[in-house]
């Protein structure tokens, strides 16, 4: 168990709907990072968020947004949901930023199917 | 532009032997690279990392090796176990540089034949 949590386990959902993705770090961990896995892909950089501001992001559309509340726990909101987005979404965290090596810590990730 | 490439998609080792994943990557501003270890419907596991500023980093039955002029790293689990069988990505980030997001490679599927 990584410390990670990540809720719901499996979503199953209809194109154009919009779902909520939500995560809470480890205990202490500022950071947060979404990941999303599509079918026989690696693990693709979405955003990062440290300490409720966004500090990154990678390859994430703009139908997708995700915010850090100040209880550090963090959502992923994916709307206009098309075939293509079903995958899984992994959050991770990690304790503090740069100047210092830290991993990564992931939760057990959302499965998202969109029909 | 796959920046953390593993070339083996599969790999089958007999048990009690040296299991061998390799990764090859092309930012030369990746300073810190991590194995991670993934089951089935599970999150990614961090199994070791290692920093730019060393060439070796063990832990029990896990060393990785990184070649900093080659930009390639070697993970190595000796011996290998039947509870070893996964898929294992390799992943690098540029933290000294701000950037502490992943880049993961596609993975590599081991399977330890009993």
């Known amino acids: 168990d990584s410390g990670v949590t990540q809720t719901p386990k499996h979503l199953i959902t ?28 690696g693990l693709q950089f979405l955003i990062q968020y440290y300490n409720g501001e966004e ?9 997708f947004s995700a915010q850090q509340f100040p209880d550090l726990h963090s959502e ?19 304790a503090i930023l740069a100047v210092t090596y830290n991993e990564q810590f992931f939760g057990p990730g959302t499965r998202l199917t969109v029909l | 532009d796959q920046q953390v490439k593993q070339n083996s998609p599969s790999l089958s080792v007999q048990e009690g032997r040296i299991s061998i994943l390799n990764c090859d990557y092309t930012n030369s501003m990746f300073d810190y ?5 993934k089951y089935p419907a599970e999150g990614p596991t961090f199994l070791i990392s290692i920093s730019s500023i060393k060439d070796k980093n063990e832990d ?10 080659a930009k390639h790293l070697s993970l190595h689990i000796v011996p290998s176990q039947p509870g070893d069988s996964a898929v294992y990505f390799c992943a690098a980030s540029a933290v000294l ?18």
């Open chain 1, 14 to 41: 209809a194109t154009g709907q919009r779902v909520t993705l939500r995560c809470s770090p480890r205990s202490g961990d500022l950071s947060v990072y979404w990941y999303q896995q599509s079918l026989d892909q």
């Open chain 1, 55 to 63: 500090r990154a992001k990678g390859n994430i559309l703009e139908r």
């Open chain 1, 76 to 94: 992923l909101n994916l709307s206009s949901l098309e075939l293509g987005d079903s995958a899984l979404y992994f959050c991770a965290s990690s």
């Open chain 2, 33 to 37: 690279f991590l194995w991670y270890k």
């Open chain 2, 60 to 69: 029990g039955r896990f060393t990785v090796f990184l070649n900093k002029s």
């Open chain 2, 97 to 114: 540089f701000g950037n502490e997001k992943l880049t993961f490679g596609t993975g590599t599927r081991l399977t330890i034949i009993p």
